[in-house]
């Protein structure tokens, strides 16, 4: 059973939720509603890891709050996965002791470990009274404590920057005590990592189905619904709209970015756009129409592209991967720039 710290303030402090799989802290300054999202999430039968990200996701890249993400799932092994931000920490106990800290990035640090025997969850705050324990629900607090604790090791393992090379994999957190391990994979694997419930991929078509195409590796966060593009209205011509930028119209694709260099993309329109906090890589996003759809590709960006289609669905696009979506959609690459993909007469 995890414990809380009874905070100070309860008004000021952030959310300590605990489902069968799944514990959470989360900053006060997500509020009550998104807080009450994320529980609705990680309470669902087919809850996955991604799924609770993608509800934080959601929020904007430029407005993420603090956290700190464990998931519990392959009791055998007694392994976790993790994911942070902020002021938010993540302490793995055992022989051994792996410890993730959520700054200085523009996202969040992603992690595993396996042969967990404790886990301290912290955010920063004041958490003056004794423990109280906290089976299954919400409570305000800025701490999550579980299991055995151990010193730390002489050399912790450190969160960088490019965090998203440690990738999650099958978890869970109780059996006998081995050392811990962290695993690392590098990123050009996080498309399939993340995918859609991690499910194999379908069975390629057969000569009798009379479809040979390839099928498009996606990063999905959110619905997985199947989706059916909406032709642009006759006498209509897709582009996109830029903010802050303007218009830039797809009859080539598209590379958007801090500051792309067009001897890199020969062929491709280059879309420069503002990042004072470098939140938009140099080289971020590439877009391309096909038919009615617009075809995006990451290009390894750091923070990712938050993708919002017109039924409300999120995307969290990353990693080297790809996404179809229809018109109507909105890009956020951080740091306030918004593409909108549009129609125009």
Do not use: C
Not at 231 to 247: H, I
Request: proline share 8%.
């Amino acid at each position: 059973m995890f414990t809380y710290p009874t905070p100070a303030d309860a008004g000021t402090a952030g959310y300590a939720m605990v489902a069968d799989r799944f514990a959470l802290l989360l900053g006060a300054e997500a509020g009550a509603g998104i807080a009450a999202d994320l529980w609705s999430t990680m309470t669902a039968a087919d809850a996955a890891f991604e799924d609770v990200l993608s509800v934080i996701a959601a929020i904007g890249i430029g407005a993420l709050p603090d956290f700190a993400l464990v998931e519990l799932v392959d009791v055998a092994t007694s392994s976790v996965s993790v994911a942070v931000r902020g002021t938010a920490t993540i302490d793995l106990h055992g022989p051994q002791r792996s410890s993730y800290a959520g700054g200085g990035v523009g996202t969040w640090v992603e992690g595993s470990a396996r042969e967990v025997a404790g886990i301290s969850l912290s955010l920063a705050g004041d958490d003056d009274g004794g423990p109280l324990p906290l089976g299954r629900g919400v409570a305000r607090s800025n701490g999550l404590r579980w299991g055995a604790e151990t010193a730390p090791s002489p050399a912790p393992i450190e969160a960088v920057a490019a965090s998203r090379e440690h990738i999650v994999e099958p978890t869970a957190f109780l059996g006998d005590l081995d050392p811990l391990e962290t695993v690392a994979i590098d990123r050009g694997d996080l498309a399939a990592a993340v995918g859609p419930r991690r499910t194999p991929p379908p069975a390629e078509p057969s000569e009798a189905d009379g479809h040979g195409d390839a099928v498009e590796d996606e990063t999905i966060l959110g619905s997985r619904r199947p989706r059916v593009a909406d032709a642009p209205p006759p006498g209509r011509t897709a582009r996109l709209r830029v903010d802050p930028g303007g218009e830039v119209p797809l009859d080539h694709p598209v590379v958007l970015g801090r500051g792309p260099r067009a001897a890199d993309h020969p062929g491709a329109r280059i879309a420069a756009v503002p990042s004072p906090r470098k939140e938009v890589s140099s080289t971020h996003l590439e877009v391309r129409l096909d038919g009615d759809e617009l075809v995006l590709r990451d290009l390894d960006s750091t923070n990712g592209t938050v993708v919002r289609r017109p039924d409300g669905d999120v995307t969290l696009l990353r990693g080297g991967a790809t996404l179809r979506v229809e018109v109507g959609t909105v890009l956020d690459l951080g740091d306030g720039v918004i593409v909108v993909f549009d129609t125009t007469p």
